[in-house]
């Protein structure tokens, strides 16, 4: 869900992205900023400098790395300093209850009325909170030229032949985790019952020597998928492709047992002082020829239908972008509630597994 060319940010920091463009009409106008919760270069920015340069607003990112990243920040003031955001679907529900988002407020995104029945329909819910923007997939990137074998199941990663050992990246996200590792193991990825947990958890512990750090692939030359130092990887699909550009011989799947399936939405926070403009700027996003160039840009579906028609014919041929209907048929999104004491606890597994591993977190 997020990352295309360009440096990647371990840690979550104010990056001022383009220089702040002023409008002038006999006189200058207010300085105004919109403050805005992200993944690094999970945008295009050329629109961004497109929406500055109409609007005269300038616009400034806090990078995060992980969903856990982004809620220390927002618990750290209460969701206070930030406009918007984009969050994946399966959280929006716990930052309502919160406090920390604003009811959408559908007469200033028009656009609205471009996004599809199905994504509307897909977590009821969360519309009233966040604005669909585009889904994917997670699932595993690897290296053929350097394994030797391919790899098609969960358990190719988890439970990994010796020639991977500590040649493998897993991602530093703990929801994400015990999902491929119950999926691996014939579990629905939001069962929660003991059984499966306990399974889930004993996968990963001992997956956990065979793993050379927990982060995120960086999104440029120097990726460990690039130069071979990461032979395989959990990562997203438009992500996969970006990587591709750097080096061909990538190779992205969806796992036999189903991919995680993920929507990402955006969502201003109930703290904006900017509502109005936070608002313009997602139904910027949200107009069709628009939506369609960020599609081409990241590598993900939009949820926007009628951005559809402005997309070449290569990227609804492309697999990895458009998985067969058989694999997404065995996907599954993450449900939106979760219960607390599971949420903690894995989160006690992840800290966990990093803490007993040395790599840096990228790789």
Request: glycine letters at 4%.
């Amino acid at each position: 869900m997020m990352f295309v060319h360009g440096l990647f940010l371990l840690m979550a920091f104010f990056v001022p992205q383009f220089i702040p463009t002023l409008l002038y009409a006999g006189e200058q106008k207010e300085y105004q900023e919109i403050v805005m919760l992200n993944w690094p270069e999970y945008m295009d920015f050329n629109l961004v400098k497109k929406f500055e340069e109409e609007t005269g607003i300038h616009f400034r990112m806090v990078l995060f790395e992980t969903d856990e990243t982004r809620d220390e920040l927002l618990a750290q003031t209460n969701s206070e300093g930030y406009d918007l955001m984009q969050v994946t679907c399966d959280r929006v529900n716990g930052y309502v209850q919160q406090g920390w988002l604003a009811p959408v407020n559908t007469t200033l995104v028009p656009n609205m009325k471009y996004i599809g029945k199905r994504w509307l329909e897909e977590f009821p819910s969360i519309i009233h909170h966040s604005v669909p923007f585009h889904w994917g997939t997670l699932g595993i990137a690897y290296r053929p030229d350097l394994l030797k074998t391919t790899m098609t199941r969960w358990r190719d990663l988890l439970v990994p032949v010796p020639s991977l050992h500590q040649k493998i990246l897993m991602e530093k996200d703990s929801r994400n985790l015990v999902g491929m590792a119950l999926k691996a193991n014939g579990y629905s990825w939001n069962d929660h019952s003991m059984k499966a947990v306990q399974t889930a958890t004993a996968t990963l512990l001992a997956q956990r020597p065979h793993v050379k750090t927990y982060g995120y692939p960086s999104m440029d030359a120097r990726s460990g998928l690039v130069t071979g130092d990461i032979w395989a990887a959990t990562l997203y699909n438009g992500d996969a492709i970006s990587l591709q550009e750097f080096e061909p011989r990538i190779t992205y799947v969806v796992p036999e047992e189903g991919a995680l399936l993920w929507m990402d939405c955006l969502a201003v926070l109930a703290s904006s002082k900017r509502k109005q403009q936070a608002y313009d700027f997602i139904n910027f996003l949200h107009e069709p020829r628009h939506a369609a160039q960020i599609a081409n840009t990241l590598h993900y579906t939009p949820t926007n239908e009628a951005a559809l028609p402005f997309l070449p014919p290569e990227f609804f041929k492309d697999p990895v972008i458009n998985p067969p209907a058989d694999l997404l048929n065995r996907s599954e999104f993450f449900t939106e509630k979760w219960p607390v004491r599971i949420e903690r606890n894995y989160k006690i597994l992840l800290n966990s597994l990093i803490s007993q591993e040395a790599g840096s977190g990228l790789q």
